[in-house]
């Protein structure tokens, strides 16, 4: 616990917070540079936030949120929220927030470099129409 604290900029507490309220966590071992590159992925139940109330939401990253978009996928519309992390060690980060019955998936991404992180984000909005295609 304590190697992925340091690869994710924080202490030993926040992640196992993190780990308690997450279905799937798994952090890179092998990333490049200081930051861990990370994925979470976690349920609530009800229905999508709205653009200003998942920017409150993350509000208390300590970073800044840069965007929020929604794009319609065959899994419906998917809002997608990228932000950047300022601390001991810089990270981006998107999370997408895709409807799924009487509950909502969140797919967290995490790097240390911005172009990775949006690379990735587009691979798995992406894939969200090509699983519902049954590719």
């Known amino acids: 616990m304590g190697e992925a604290a340091r690869r994710l900029g924080t202490d030993q507490q926040a992640v196992q917070k993190a780990v308690d309220n ?3 966590l798994m952090v890179d071992p092998d990333a490049e540079g200081e930051f861990g590159d990370n994925l979470n ?6 229905t999508m936030p709205t653009k ?3 920017r409150q939401q993350l509000g208390g990253i300590q970073g800044t949120v840069t965007d929020i978009q929604t794009t319609d996928t ?3 519309e998917t809002m997608v929220a990228t ?3 300022n601390g001991p060690v810089d990270a981006f980060g998107s999370e997408i927030l895709v409807p799924v019955g009487e ?3 969140i797919l967290t991404m995490m790097t240390g470099d911005e172009s990775r ?3 990735l984000t587009d691979g798995v909005v992406s894939s969200l129409d090509a ?3 049954g590719q």
Request: aromatic share 4%; charged share 25%; proline share 0%.
């Open 117 to 119: 992180t949006l690379d």
């Open 131 to 133: 699983a519902q295609d």
């Open 52 to 54: 200003k109330e998942l």
């Open 41 to 46: 992925v976690r349920s609530l139940t009800g």
């Open 103 to 105: 509950q909502v998936a």
């Open 83 to 85: 932000y950047t992390m």
């Open 22 to 24: 997450t279905e799937l």
């Open 74 to 76: 065959d899994a419906g």
